[in-house]
């Protein structure tokens, strides 16, 4: 130990502004004053000694650290910050771990050789989706927003749905990310891809159904024929504010009830023919629901209880025949012998038509019968025309 290291006169020598390991100066008296060496720079530990993605910060244990004291990657300095001699700290950024790769890591101190390194270990790990939510949207949304769950995920991951990458943002405190669906990526029902990738490593594939809307059930589901104007309640899934009813292919005015539903008007013109209507719900021009069926059905066989009048002079001119009876309907036609007439639909118990000059030109009779847009028909009721001309001579007796 020279005298410029240690003196009696001088007192311990210190390097540095802060305490370190002592040894005495071999020769002096017990309790003598003691020389204070700086220890060279060491690297004892750095944690994490491995990080999968994003940012964080690493620390670094050991001993021999001045404020002046820089952390190498590589032999790269980075900017450091002191804690105390046996600790500093360094930012790692995203950049860094775009690769799997071991990184030396030692410290600089000014006027000491550089320190022994110690290994940072960059482990990409790929990212991995474990579940989405939602799972399904409905075709026809106004957009949605969708979170990826899973690992590996950081704030240089990027989502993809359908193949077009998204702006993305990232979670810490869940390791999630999420993104925006806008409605052009709705209109139809499909299925879309959903990945992620981060470092240049692309997830797994998770599908996003856009699920077209599904009918469970109609209310009514069956409506007499000829009734008047109703209301039709269409329940199901996958509905949204600008879902329509569509009957036999015609879109209807329709209500978003509060519980989900929907609802339309049914027309008396709707319902004046027996038949099996398809009715179904469609969210845009892409996303329709398959069709569940609604019965129009018949009253039954038309019934004629009477006609008026029952007789009408041969010759006479056109006269206007009215038919009672059950079982019409507004598409209901009265047949004269066999030949159906334009009828007017006054009630369902109640249709009239005119007879034509010709109809009455010769005395008989004519067939009426009641024929029904599905097929069925009224028993016949017969029509007298009764002879118009004069009286046939009477014969003379032969006389006695």
């Keep these: 130990m020279t005298r410029d290291a240690w003196s009696p006169a001088r007192g311990p020598e210190s390097i540095g502004p802060f305490p370190f390991p002592t040894v005495y100066n071999p020769g002096r008296e017990p309790g003598s004053s003691p020389v204070t060496i700086l220890p060279l720079p060491n690297i004892s530990s750095v944690s994490p000694s491995s990080f999968p993605a994003g940012n964080f910060t690493l620390t670094v244990d050991g001993v021999g650290f001045v404020s002046g004291s820089v952390v190498s990657f590589d032999g790269t300095p980075r900017s450091t910050t002191f804690v105390n001699i046996t600790r500093l700290t360094v930012p790692v950024f995203a950049s860094d771990l775009t690769s799997a790769r071991q990184i030396a890591v030692t410290v600089l101190t000014p006027g000491f050789p550089e320190s022994t390194s110690a290994p940072l270990t960059i482990a990409v790990i790929p990212p991995v989706i474990t579940s989405i939510t939602p799972s399904s949207v409905a075709a026809?949304?106004?957009?949605?927003?969708?979170?990826?769950?899973?690992?590996?995920?950081?704030?240089?991951?990027?989502?993809?749905?359908?193949?077009?990458?998204?702006?993305?943002?990232?979670?810490?405190?869940?390791?999630?990310?999420?993104?925006?669906?806008?409605?052009?990526?709705?209109?139809?029902?499909?299925?879309?891809?959903?990945?992620?990738?981060?470092?240049?490593?692309?997830?797994?594939?998770?599908?996003?159904?856009?699920?077209?809307?599904?009918?469970?059930?109609?209310?009514?589901?069956?409506?007499?024929?000829?009734?008047?104007?109703?209301?039709?309640?269409?329940?199901?899934?996958?509905?949204?504010?600008?879902?329509?009813?569509?009957?036999?292919?015609?879109?209807?005015?329709?209500?978003?009830?509060?519980?989900?539903?929907?609802?339309?008007?049914?027309?008396?013109?709707?319902?004046?023919?027996?038949?099996?209507?398809?009715?179904?719900?469609?969210?845009?021009?892409?996303?329709?629901?398959?069709?569940?069926?609604?019965?129009?059905?018949?009253?039954?066989?038309?019934?004629?209880?009477?006609?008026?009048?029952?007789?009408?002079?041969?010759?006479?001119?056109?006269?206007?025949?009215?038919?009672?009876?059950?079982?019409?309907?507004?598409?209901?036609?009265?047949?004269?012998?066999?030949?159906?007439?334009?009828?007017?639909?006054?009630?369902?118990?109640?249709?009239?038509?005119?007879?034509?000059?010709?109809?009455?030109?010769?005395?008989?009779?004519?067939?009426?019968?009641?024929?029904?847009?599905?097929?069925?028909i009224s028993s016949p009721v017969t029509l007298t025309l009764t002879f118009n001309g004069p009286p046939p001579p009477r014969r003379r007796s032969a006389g006695h």
Excluded: C, W, Y
């Excluded at 490593?201 to 000829?226: D, F, Y």
């Design 140 to 376: 026809g949304e106004l957009g949605t927003t969708l979170t990826v769950n899973g690992t590996g995920f950081s704030s240089s991951s990027v989502i993809s749905v359908g193949g077009t990458p998204h702006l993305t943002q990232f979670d810490a405190a869940t390791g999630s990310v999420s993104t925006s669906i806008l409605a052009s990526e709705l209109t139809t029902a499909t299925t879309l891809d959903v990945t992620v990738a981060d470092r240049g490593i692309t997830s797994n594939v998770m599908k996003l159904t856009v699920a077209r809307p599904s009918i469970s059930s109609l209310t009514p589901s069956s409506i007499n024929a000829g009734s008047a104007a109703l209301t039709l309640t269409v329940h199901g899934t996958n509905f949204v504010p600008s879902s329509k009813i569509v009957l036999n292919g015609t879109e209807l005015t329709t209500t978003v009830n509060p519980d989900g539903s929907l609802s339309a008007t049914l027309t008396t013109a709707d319902l004046e023919v027996p038949r099996i209507l398809p009715v179904v719900v469609r969210n845009t021009a892409g996303a329709e629901s398959f069709p569940a069926l609604l019965s129009i059905l018949s009253p039954g066989q038309p019934s004629i209880l009477q006609i008026n009048p029952q007789t009408i002079t041969a010759g006479a001119q056109s006269q206007e025949l009215i038919v009672t009876g059950i079982n019409f309907l507004t598409s209901s036609r009265i047949a004269v012998n066999g030949t159906p007439r334009q009828t007017t639909f006054v009630s369902s118990n109640e249709l009239r038509t005119t007879l034509t000059a010709a109809d009455l030109a010769t005395a008989g009779s004519l067939s009426i019968t009641v024929v029904n847009e599905d097929g069925t």
